[in-house]
């Protein structure tokens, strides 16, 4: 099945967040986790229903699910989405070390 994906504004905040950490760091490597943040975002629009159940599916209704990826150090990242009907919607992007979200902070699952 191919999917439409929405990135939630909460999940674009968390994405340019994460980008002028790295940047300011490293510009490369912003530039490198920016185009790997986008190929995530590729993979969803056919194999979303395969990606597994997050942690935090646990706290809310639809399933929350994830899709996992790294930059070139190993550095892992996850999105945060759900599936309704042919439309992904990506609720969050989490970085290395982030704790688990909250059942409150997982409100736009809805």
Same mark, same amino acid.
């Given at each position: 099945?191919?999917?439409?994906?929405?990135?939630?504004? *909460? =999940? $674009?905040?968390? +994405?340019?967040?994460?980008?002028?950490?790295?940047? #300011?760091?490293?510009? /490369?490597?912003?530039?490198?986790?920016?185009?790997?943040?986008?190929?995530?975002?590729?993979?969803?629009?056919? *194999? =979303? $229903?395969?990606? +597994?159940?997050?942690?935090?599916?646990?706290?809310? #209704?639809?399933?929350? /699910?994830?899709?996992?990826?790294?930059?070139q150090?190993?550095?892992?990242?996850?999105?945060?989405?759900?599936? *309704?009907?042919?439309?992904?919607?990506?609720?969050?992007?989490?970085?290395?070390?982030?704790?688990?979200?909250?059942?409150?902070?997982?409100h736009?699952?809805h």
């Amino acid at each position: 099945m191919t999917y439409t994906v929405v990135i939630l504004p *909460e =999940a $674009e905040q968390d +994405a340019h967040r994460i980008y002028r950490w790295i940047a #300011e760091r490293s510009p /490369r490597g912003a530039d490198r986790w920016y185009e790997r943040f986008l190929a995530a975002l590729r993979r969803l629009v056919s *194999e =979303a $229903e395969v990606c +597994a159940l997050a942690p935090e599916n646990e706290y809310v #209704e639809p399933e929350i /699910r994830e899709i996992l990826f790294k930059t070139q150090k190993g550095l892992r990242y996850r999105l945060l989405f759900s599936i *309704e009907g042919r439309t992904v919607r990506v609720l969050h992007v989490r970085g290395p070390g982030q704790e688990l979200l909250g059942p409150g902070e997982l409100h736009d699952a809805h």
